[in-house]
T-cell receptor, first 112, second 115 residues
Framework: QKEVEQDPGPLSVPEGAIVSLNCTYS??????FMWYRQYSRKGPELLMY????GNKEDGRFTAQVDKSSKYISLFIRDSQPSDSATYLC????????????FGPGTRLSVLP | DVKVTQSSRYLVKRTGEKVFLECVQD?????MFWYRQDPGLGLRLIYF???????EKGDIPEGYSVSREKKERFSLILESASTNQTSMYLC??????????????FGPGTRLTVT
């Protein structure tokens, strides 16, 4: 079993739809949970992060962590064609980059 | 604007060649990382460095070495390239103590093909 699992997609939605992206993980000790966005031919960029459980909202984006289920989600409201990218979840035991574990990414296409 | 640059976007090398991938960051970051990204596998850490001349193995260091002679520059070396090293290579940097989680800033990647 992989440490972090993520549906690779591709996921295609119409503009304006609510998008739900998810990751499951096996290591219950993870404390930091991140979402990176990677546009085609670019490196990933940090979108959001949360520490431990709970929700975090930033504009159209909401990150949720359910540690009891070992499940994290990223919701995108009012999705836009500019949201078309690959979304990578990442998690870590601590705040040090060498311990980040990345999911394989979900490719999202938002159709105008 | 923060910037991480990588020397090449695309590279084609032959089996057995020695390959150098260069990464430069202009943010005065202490930490630098080399990952490879393969479909279905996510990013896997090859090596990282937390200071000049310091290096630590990541999850998949076999067949690779690194060099960090200056703070802003981190090189990945494939001593004898093999076809299973065909991949996208991503460099990243982060501050030792960020204002948020040690956010990693990534370069655009180098797509290496070994034939």
């Amino acid at each position: 079993q992989k440490e972090v699992e993520q549906d690779p997609g591709p996921l295609s939605v119409p503009e304006g739809a609510i998008v739900s992206l998810n990751c499951t993980y096996s290591n219950s000790a993870f404390q930091y949970f991140m979402w990176y966005r990677q546009y085609s031919r670019k490196g990933p960029e940090l979108l959001m992060y949360t520490y431990s459980s709970g929700n975090k909202e930033d504009g159209r984006f909401t990150a949720q962590v359910d540690k009891s289920s070992k499940y994290i989600s990223l919701f995108i409201r009012d999705s836009q064609p500019s949201d078309s990218a690959t979304y990578l979840c990442a998690m870590s035991l601590d705040n040090y980059g060498q311990n980040f574990v990345f999911g394989p990414g979900t490719r999202l296409s938002v159709l105008p | 604007d923060v910037k991480v640059t990588q020397s090449s976007r695309y590279l084609v090398k032959r089996t057995g060649e020695k390959v150098f991938l260069e990464c430069v960051q202009d943010m005065d970051h202490e930490n630098m990382f080399w990952y490879r990204q393969d479909p279905g596998l996510g990013l896997r850490l090859i090596y990282f460095s937390y200071d000049v001349k310091m290096k630590e193995k990541g999850d998949i260091p076999e067949g690779y070495s690194v060099s960090r002679e200056k703070k802003e520059r981190f090189s990945l070396i494939l001593e004898s390239a093999s076809t299973n090293q065909t991949s996208m290579y991503l460099c990243a940097s982060s501050a030792f103590r960020g204002t948020r989680i040690n956010e990693q800033y990534f370069g655009p990647g180098t797509r290496l093909t070994v034939t």
